[in-house]
T-cell receptor
Framework: QQQVKQSPQSLIVQKGGISIINCAYENTAFDYFPWYQQFPGKGPALLIAIRPDVSEKKEGRFTISFNKSAKQFSLHIMDSQPGDSATYFCAARGSGNTGKLIFGQGTTLQVKP | NAGVTQTPKFQVLKTGQSMTLQCAQDMNHEYMSWYRQDPGMGLRLIHYSVGAGITDQGEVPNGYNVSRSTTEDFPLRLLSAAPSQTSVYFC??????????????FGPGTRLTVL
């Protein structure tokens, strides 16, 4: 069964701290792992993505760490800011004939000033 | 570019009513999809299309129909609304890279309540 499990469900971090969100998957055929950021009342927007041939990708304060053997990947937000307060979704794309995205359950992040 | 647009933003239906959620994109994307977002369940794929005239089912297709007569438009039809269809609906579009959807661009969503 294709599933992506995301944790924690909610996260509170102080300004300047590190926010860490974890995802685990079961299907080894997934070939693309994006993270989406969603602000209240808006649609999700791509934040950062990684492919399984690399173990880490960094864009500014956002880093994806990927552990292929453990079938886990995580989002790290360094120097978290109140403007980062949003819901974050991890996802995985199947490499089969449809390439459908399977989303995690979402993590609501609150960064306190 | 307007990107992905959805109408209406909000809708209240009674059980048994039908309606169409509209989605349009102006990026000439081949791939379009509909998701529903429910608390604690992430986004679940309802239907998708890889081009005009081609549609297929996602994870939760029951109670919904789609068609794709043009590249730009991908309407979602609720045939006979049920309270279980109360949700926020998102339309998304993307290019196809190697036959697979690339970065998906989401619309602002339609919040639907079925009484």
């Amino acid at each position: 069964q294709q599933q992506v499990k995301q944790s924690p469900q909610s996260l509170i971090v102080q300004k300047g701290g590190i926010s860490i969100i974890n995802c685990a998957y079961e299907n080894t055929a997934f070939d693309y792992f994006p993270w989406y950021q969603q602000f209240p009342g808006k649609g999700p927007a791509l934040l950062i993505a990684i492919r399984p041939d690399v173990s880490e990708k960094k864009e500014g304060r956002f880093t994806i760490s990927f552990n292929k053997s453990a079938k886990q990947f995580s989002l790290h937000i360094m120097d978290s800011q109140p403007g980062d307060s949003a819901t974050y979704f991890c996802a995985a794309r199947g490499s089969g004939n449809t390439g459908k995205l399977i989303f995690g359950q979402g993590t609501t992040l609150q960064v306190k000033p | 570019n307007a990107g992905v647009t959805q109408t209406p933003k909000f809708q209240v239906l009674k059980t048994g009513q039908s309606m169409t959620l509209q989605c349009a994109q102006d990026m000439n994307h081949e791939y379009m999809s509909w998701y529903r977002q429910d608390p604690g369940m992430g986004l679940r794929l309802i239907h998708y299309s890889v081009g005009a005239g081609i549609t297929d089912q996602g994870e939760v297709p029951n109670g919904y129909n789609v068609s794709r007569s043009t590249t730009e438009d991908f309407p979602l039809r609720l045939l006979s609304a049920a309270p279980s269809q109360t949700s926020v609906y998102f339309c998304a579009s993307s290019n196809l890279a190697g036959g697979f959807p690339d970065t998906q661009y989401f619309g602002p969503g339609t919040r639907l309540t079925v009484l």
